[in-house]
């Protein structure tokens, strides 16, 4: 079956740029010129498994659709490509608030929007791959259910983040550079900033509470998972 792209955008001649371009590479495309349409998109089969999201609806904003999608456990690792024209906003769109897991500046070209289309589903769909449960200390990650717990506390992590943290797990007691882990997780050599990584470990950290020690700074060079536990179990 082919794979459903929602698209929610109110500009008319953007979404159909979008839609013709996707359906051109085969995608299976769901639209809507609002935030009403594309909630009730999310909640009808096939059920996307990505959502390019505008930030400015004139209902209900890109971030409060994004929010609802990361609270509903049906949808909340559906991948979010959010579309802004206001840069100030990136911070909090990537950031813990609202939990899109990439997104691109207006205006972009259709060349980059369909290699950060390309980057998010290769991506999620690496996660499908059959893998087992990890321990350590005080986190435990049931890598094919996607699902993570800090102290027998689940915590919710977007695709992004799920990526990043196994990513740097797999590879404990090894530093990471910033433009390592943007190719490994990212996955795309595009133009998001080494910065992008800082923002998502500061919010990983946030998310995985006293876990987050776990991830340390190797200053002035990247990020390392802890090759061993400490004393007392974090
Ligand atoms: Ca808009």
């Known amino acids: 079956m082919e794979t459903c792209i929602l698209i929610v955008e109110d500009e008319k001649d953007l979404l159909e740029i979008l839609e013709y371009n996707l359906k051109k590479e085969g995608y299976f495309v769901k639209s809507s010129l609002n935030g009403q349409g594309g909630l009730a998109a999310l909640d009808t089969t096939p059920i996307p498994e990505l959502v390019i999201l505008d930030l400015m609806l004139p209902d209900i904003s890109g971030i409060e659709i994004c929010r609802r999608l990361r609270a509903n456990p049906k949808t909340r690792d559906i991948p979010v490509l959010m579309l802004t024209a206001k840069s ?67 915590t919710v992590l977007t695709a992004l983040e799920f990526n990043l943290l196994t990513t740097l797990y797999e590879r404990k007691g090894r530093v990471q550079t910033r433009e390592v882990l943007l190719c490994d997780v990212w996955d795309i050599n595009a133009d998001v900033t080494t910065r992008t990584v800082d923002t998502h470990v500061k919010r990983l950290r946030e998310k995985i509470g006293l876990a987050g020690v776990y991830i340390e700074t190797v200053r002035g060079v990247g990020y390392r998972f802890a090759g061993r536990i400490n004393e007392g179990g974090v």
């Open 88 to 154: 100030e906003e990136i911070d909090r769109v990537i950031g813990f608030e609202v939990g899109a897991d990439d997104y691109v500046t207006k205006p972009f070209s259709v060349r980059e929007l369909m290699l950060r289309v390309k980057a998010l589903l290769k991506r999620s769909a690496t996660r499908e791959t059959p893998g087992e449960e990890i321990v350590f200390g005080a986190l435990k990650i049931d890598v094919p259910a996607h699902r993570v717990w800090v102290n027998e506390e689940e």
